[in-house]
Protein backbone atom coordinates (compact mmCIF):
# COMPACT_ATOMS: atom_id res chain seq x y z
CA UNK A 1 0.00 0.00 0.00
CA UNK A 2 1.42 3.13 -0.96
CA UNK A 3 1.71 6.52 1.40
CA UNK A 4 -0.29 9.17 0.82
CA UNK A 5 2.08 12.49 -0.46
CA UNK A 6 1.51 15.98 0.93
CA UNK A 7 2.60 18.42 -1.17
CA UNK A 8 3.15 21.27 1.63
CA UNK A 9 3.77 25.04 0.24
CA UNK A 10 4.42 27.75 2.16
CA UNK A 11 3.27 31.45 0.28
CA UNK A 12 5.89 33.12 1.96
CA UNK A 13 9.61 32.62 1.78
CA UNK A 14 11.32 35.25 3.81
CA UNK A 15 13.79 34.34 6.23
CA UNK A 16 11.87 33.90 9.85
CA UNK A 17 8.35 33.18 8.26
CA UNK A 18 6.30 32.43 11.01
CA UNK A 19 3.55 30.31 8.13
CA UNK A 20 7.01 28.48 7.07
CA UNK A 21 7.20 27.49 10.53
CA UNK A 22 3.69 26.42 10.30
CA UNK A 23 4.42 24.71 7.47
CA UNK A 24 7.23 22.58 8.91
CA UNK A 25 5.47 21.44 12.14
CA UNK A 26 2.37 20.58 9.72
CA UNK A 27 4.98 18.35 7.50
CA UNK A 28 6.14 16.73 10.99
CA UNK A 29 2.45 15.82 12.04
CA UNK A 30 1.46 14.63 8.95
CA UNK A 31 4.79 12.48 8.56
CA UNK A 32 3.59 11.07 12.11
CA UNK A 33 -0.01 10.11 10.68
CA UNK A 34 1.47 8.37 7.59
CA UNK A 35 2.10 11.12 5.03
CA UNK A 36 5.21 11.09 2.61
CA UNK A 37 5.51 14.98 3.23
CA UNK A 38 7.44 17.45 0.33
CA UNK A 39 8.23 21.02 1.54
CA UNK A 40 7.94 23.47 -1.86
CA UNK A 41 9.94 26.77 -1.89
CA UNK A 42 7.78 29.09 -4.55
CA UNK A 43 10.83 31.16 -4.29
CA UNK A 44 12.91 28.76 -5.59
CA UNK A 45 10.98 28.24 -9.08
CA UNK A 46 12.31 31.31 -10.05
CA UNK A 47 9.41 32.67 -11.30
CA UNK A 48 8.83 36.49 -12.78
CA UNK A 49 6.12 38.09 -12.82
CA UNK A 50 3.36 36.92 -15.09
CA UNK A 51 3.57 39.25 -18.24
CA UNK A 52 1.35 37.91 -21.12
CA UNK A 53 4.18 39.43 -23.18
CA UNK A 54 7.04 37.51 -21.85
CA UNK A 55 4.90 34.34 -22.11
CA UNK A 56 4.43 34.76 -25.55
CA UNK A 57 8.03 35.60 -26.13
CA UNK A 58 9.29 32.91 -23.89
CA UNK A 59 7.03 30.33 -23.10
CA UNK A 60 5.94 29.37 -19.99
CA UNK A 61 8.99 29.33 -17.02
CA UNK A 62 10.63 25.68 -16.18
CA UNK A 63 9.36 26.80 -12.69
CA UNK A 64 5.84 26.47 -13.76
CA UNK A 65 6.34 23.24 -15.00
CA UNK A 66 8.57 22.22 -11.71
CA UNK A 67 5.45 23.40 -9.71
CA UNK A 68 2.96 21.42 -12.16
CA UNK A 69 5.22 18.01 -11.64
CA UNK A 70 5.11 18.63 -7.73
CA UNK A 71 1.33 19.10 -7.69
CA UNK A 72 0.46 15.73 -10.00
CA UNK A 73 2.59 13.83 -7.87
CA UNK A 74 1.38 15.07 -4.80
CA UNK A 75 -2.05 13.46 -3.59
CA UNK A 76 -2.83 16.35 -1.49
CA UNK A 77 -2.01 19.58 -1.20
CA UNK A 78 -1.76 21.63 2.10
CA UNK A 79 -1.08 25.69 1.45
CA UNK A 80 0.09 27.33 4.37
CA UNK A 81 -0.47 31.32 3.29
CA UNK A 82 0.16 34.77 5.68
CA UNK A 83 -1.76 37.75 4.81
CA UNK A 84 -0.33 40.90 3.36
CA UNK A 85 -2.95 43.81 3.69
CA UNK A 86 -5.57 41.11 4.01
CA UNK A 87 -4.67 39.61 1.06
CA UNK A 88 -2.84 36.50 -0.05
CA UNK A 89 1.42 37.30 -1.00
CA UNK A 90 1.95 37.90 -4.51
CA UNK A 91 4.53 34.89 -4.86
CA UNK A 92 1.64 32.41 -3.72
CA UNK A 93 -0.76 33.83 -6.86
CA UNK A 94 1.81 34.61 -9.02
CA UNK A 95 2.89 30.89 -8.94
CA UNK A 96 -0.60 29.56 -9.80
CA UNK A 97 -1.02 32.31 -12.25
CA UNK A 98 2.00 30.92 -14.28
CA UNK A 99 0.51 26.98 -13.56
CA UNK A 100 -3.07 28.39 -15.05
CA UNK A 101 -1.35 28.98 -18.13
CA UNK A 102 0.56 25.76 -19.10
CA UNK A 103 -1.14 23.99 -22.04
CA UNK A 104 -0.97 20.23 -22.86
CA UNK A 105 1.37 18.89 -25.28
CA UNK A 106 3.86 16.19 -25.27
CA UNK A 107 1.58 13.73 -23.12
CA UNK A 108 1.83 16.77 -20.12
CA UNK A 109 -1.60 17.71 -18.89
CA UNK A 110 -2.38 21.26 -19.32
CA UNK A 111 -1.79 23.23 -15.74
CA UNK A 112 -5.63 23.38 -14.44
CA UNK A 113 -6.10 19.63 -15.67
CA UNK A 114 -3.28 19.19 -12.86
CA UNK A 115 -5.20 20.51 -10.48
CA UNK A 116 -8.54 19.59 -11.02
CA UNK A 117 -10.48 17.57 -8.11
CA UNK A 118 -6.72 17.99 -6.23
CA UNK A 119 -7.66 17.67 -2.50
CA UNK A 120 -6.48 20.95 -0.61
CA UNK A 121 -6.47 22.02 2.87
CA UNK A 122 -5.37 25.47 4.16
CA UNK A 123 -3.57 26.62 7.30
CA UNK A 124 -2.29 30.37 7.89
CA UNK A 125 -0.59 32.39 10.45
CA UNK A 126 -0.06 35.84 11.48
CA UNK A 127 0.94 38.00 14.40
CA UNK A 128 -2.31 39.38 14.45
CA UNK A 129 -5.07 38.14 16.37
CA UNK A 130 -6.74 36.84 13.59
CA UNK A 131 -4.17 34.39 12.23
CA UNK A 132 -4.38 35.79 8.28
CA UNK A 133 -8.08 34.59 8.01
CA UNK A 134 -8.83 37.01 5.60
CA UNK A 135 -6.39 35.46 3.05
CA UNK A 136 -7.04 31.99 3.89
CA UNK A 137 -10.60 32.64 2.87
CA UNK A 138 -9.56 34.34 -0.53
CA UNK A 139 -7.09 31.60 -1.12
CA UNK A 140 -10.21 28.99 -0.77
CA UNK A 141 -12.36 30.92 -3.75
CA UNK A 142 -9.15 31.23 -5.88
CA UNK A 143 -8.63 27.71 -5.88
CA UNK A 144 -12.00 26.35 -5.66
CA UNK A 145 -13.35 28.99 -8.69
CA UNK A 146 -10.24 28.99 -10.54
CA UNK A 147 -8.39 25.52 -10.15
CA UNK A 148 -11.64 23.45 -9.54
CA UNK A 149 -9.60 22.27 -6.09
CA UNK A 150 -11.25 20.25 -3.93
CA UNK A 151 -10.77 22.82 -0.69
CA UNK A 152 -11.62 21.27 2.52
CA UNK A 153 -13.96 22.74 4.65
CA UNK A 154 -11.94 22.10 7.74
CA UNK A 155 -9.21 25.09 8.61
CA UNK A 156 -6.51 26.59 10.81
CA UNK A 157 -5.56 30.26 11.40
CA UNK A 158 -2.87 30.54 13.95
CA UNK A 159 -3.29 34.09 15.19
CA UNK A 160 -0.01 35.81 17.89
CA UNK A 161 2.75 33.39 15.76
CA UNK A 162 5.21 35.01 17.06
CA UNK A 163 4.18 33.69 20.37
CA UNK A 164 2.91 30.14 19.31
CA UNK A 165 6.37 28.03 18.35
CA UNK A 166 8.31 26.45 21.34
CA UNK A 167 12.02 25.73 20.71
CA UNK A 168 11.67 22.60 18.57
CA UNK A 169 9.67 24.49 16.00
CA UNK A 170 5.95 23.06 17.67
CA UNK A 171 3.38 24.54 18.45
CA UNK A 172 3.04 25.17 22.24
CA UNK A 173 -0.75 24.95 22.68
CA UNK A 174 -1.99 21.43 22.21
CA UNK A 175 -5.34 22.99 20.70
CA UNK A 176 -3.36 24.65 17.97
CA UNK A 177 -1.53 21.35 17.18
CA UNK A 178 -4.67 19.36 17.09
CA UNK A 179 -6.26 22.18 14.81
CA UNK A 180 -3.29 21.23 12.47
CA UNK A 181 -4.47 17.38 12.67
CA UNK A 182 -8.51 18.35 12.25
CA UNK A 183 -7.09 19.80 8.53
CA UNK A 184 -4.59 16.79 8.03
CA UNK A 185 -8.15 13.99 8.74
CA UNK A 186 -10.19 16.13 6.45
CA UNK A 187 -7.43 15.72 3.73
CA UNK A 188 -6.86 12.08 4.74
CA UNK A 189 -10.79 11.47 4.50
CA UNK A 190 -10.43 12.38 0.74
CA UNK A 191 -7.72 10.27 0.10
CA UNK A 192 -7.08 6.98 2.04
CA UNK A 193 -3.96 5.79 2.09
CA UNK A 194 -2.99 3.83 -0.97
CA UNK A 195 -4.23 6.05 -3.48
Known sequence: MSARRL?????????????????RHAARTAEAA??????LDLRSL?????????EAAE????????????????????????EYNGF???LFVNAFDWLSRIQAADG???????????PVGLLSASPGPLGGLRSMNFVRQYLQMAFAMLVVPQQFALGRANEAFDAEGGLADARAAQSVVRVLDALARLVPAGR
Open 46 to 54: ALPVYDGDL
Open 34 to 39: GWQAQL
Open 108 to 118: RPAGLASTADK
Open 88 to 90: PTP
Open 7 to 23: LVIPASARTGSLNVQLA
Open 59 to 82: GVPAGALALQQAIAESTALLVVTP
